[in-house]
């Protein structure tokens, strides 16, 4: 079976700018792998994310994201890839229930000139559950913490029920508790749907142990690709993260 | 108060429902999505094509809606690359299409013109045509069917236009399609509230509908409600009083906003922003 995402030499440069934000980047994800890209602030990792669901499109190179060319065919694509924002914010006054925004989710699955039938509406209902938001379904999002946010961005993107999901920074806003609900809520999430992840990560000590491989950025080209373990114990990680390098030490 | 006859009421209170509907339902989305300054210059658009029209020798609503709509084609690409901020917009665009449509307002001969020229300034009953209420009947069931038709994308949208596109919904075009239909609201009222006025149309009963409203569900049937009770609430006091009907129902939809605004619940409970410093 063809890979779930497949990268060949992307590069991404933002409009107005010279240097490109990723470039060179071959990268080839199983169905059903999960993988965690990890890097210092500002050496592409979201970029990587965003051209891979198309919501930024490649200036060089070609994306494949379940066999389908993001170039072409991006609203397809992310029809049946997750992704969950780095920093998604709600003003108080926004007037739109936990619940809707968590359907919202699946508007791109459902299709266009269809409504939602019942089992869109279980799908949002376990996902509420799954991520222990049940009692705020029918709570403005405005009154929401910083972290219920997070995890209702969560269950968004986990009753879309995707092919593929899309993590940026996930579990930032979350006390250690709650994070640790949130990550058990996705592996099994992703046990049961046997979905490929591509998670990112500024900090190595948040990448879970489910993780296949670690892919490690740096000034948007990839110097780093292999399994976990072996990627952690990596003595060329100091020269991307020197503080793990001293912790480890 | 005017005599009028029992046609002429039909025709201007169908004239003004349906004015009040298509303006305030188009107003959530505007008001929701940030769209504000592209809108007031697409109502003065409107203005400025309908004078144009007037100089022209063409029917004025035709001017008003070519200019809306191309405004809004126009605005929506670049208000999307954030190559023009909203002040600009404001401050360039909008002082353009006033001289302007002050300018073909001018420019035009007779003194019969400048009767027909400050209907369009200021609105006018006696504006108000058949063919009028047609348009805006098509317009209020082409707006009623987006909205049911594209309920959980425009949901989507107005909640979030980035997190809409990462879940597989083509907002940009959702985004245009608000703009063209708004662009299309502005022309067609512009009978009878007026070119300087109509704008008010479209934000006032969306913003107070949102006072009170935590379910964006709610708020997208309670705007138009709102819309239509202070629309025939100004037109009443229009025909009692013999004023203006586009003042009378903007000062009638300030006003409510205005108290909503003092009584909201939500604002009240929404914690003060900090003041920056």
């Known amino acids: ?249 | 108060m005017l005599d009028l006859t029992t046609g002429f009421l039909l025709t201007v209170l169908s004239g003004t429902a349906l004015a009040a509907y298509v303006c305030s339902a188009a107003g959530v989305f505007v008001v929701r999505m940030g769209l504000t300054a592209i809108g007031f210059t697409m109502s003065h658009a409107a203005f400025a094509g309908a004078a144009f029209a007037l100089w022209a020798g063409v029917e004025p609503v035709a001017g008003a809606l070519a200019f809306a709509v191309t405004t809004a084609l126009a605005l929506g690409p670049l208000a999307e690359r954030a190559r023009l901020r909203a002040e600009v917009m404001l401050g360039f665009l909008f002082s353009l299409l006033m001289a302007l449509g002050f300018m073909f307002l001018a420019m035009l001969p007779g003194e019969a013109a400048s009767g027909v020229a400050l209907r369009i300034v200021w609105g006018s009953v006696f504006s108000v045509g058949r063919y009028d209420v047609l348009y805006l009947v098509a317009l209020a069931c082409a707006l009623l069917t987006f909205d049911l038709a594209f309920r959980k994308e425009l949901m989507a949208v107005l909640f979030d236009r980035r997190l809409a596109t990462a879940s597989g919904v083509d907002a940009r075009a959702f985004t245009y399609a608000i703009l063209v239909l708004t662009g299309l609201a502005v022309a067609l009222s512009l009978r009878l509230v007026g070119g300087l006025l109509v704008f008010a149309l479209i934000i006032n009963p969306a913003s107070t509908a949102l006072q009170f409203l935590d379910d964006m569900k709610r708020v997208l049937w309670a705007a138009p409600a709102v819309g239509l009770a202070t629309s025939l609430g100004g037109l009443l006091l229009s025909l009692a009083w013999d004023l203006p009907v586009g003042s009378a129902i903007i000062i009638v939809s300030a006003l409510v906003l205005a108290a909503a605004i003092v009584v909201s619940p939500r604002r009240r409970r929404a914690p003060v922003p900090p003041v920056a410093t």
């Open chain 1, 1 to 249: 079976m063809a890979d779930a995402v497949v990268l060949e030499g992307v590069a991404v440069v933002y409009e107005g700018e010279r240097t490109p934000a990723i470039r060179d980047v071959d990268l080839r994800v199983a169905h059903g792998e999960h993988v965690v890209v990890v890097g210092p602030n500002g050496s592409g990792k979201t970029t990587l994310l965003e051209a891979i669901n198309g919501m930024l499109p490649a200036t060089a190179g070609r994306v494949t994201v379940l066999g389908m060319d993001v170039a072409s065919e991006g609203g397809r694509v992310r029809a049946r890839v997750g992704y969950v924002l780095q920093d998604v914010q709600a003003d108080p006054m926004d007037p739109f229930l936990a619940r809707d925004v968590v359907m919202m989710g699946r508007a791109g699955r459902i299709g266009v000139l269809r409504w939602p039938r019942r089992e869109d509406q279980e799908a949002v209902d376990r996902s509420i559950a799954a991520m222990g938001l049940s009692q705020l379904a029918g709570r403005p999002v405005g009154k929401l913490s910083g972290g219920e946010l997070q995890r209702l961005m969560l269950a968004r993107a986990m009753a879309q029920g995707p092919d593929v999901m899309l993590l940026d920074e996930p579990l930032a806003h979350l006390d250690v508790d709650a994070r640790a609900h949130a990550r058990a809520a996705l592996e099994g999430w992703r046990a049961a749907a046997g979905a490929t992840v591509v998670e990112v990560s500024h900090d190595l000590g948040g990448v879970p142990a489910t993780a296949d491989r670690i892919v490690v950025l740096e000034e948007g080209r990839v110097v780093m690709d292999g399994p976990r373990d072996a990627v952690l114990a990596s003595d060329r990680l100091r020269a991307t993260f020197p503080q793990w390098g001293a912790l480890r030490a």
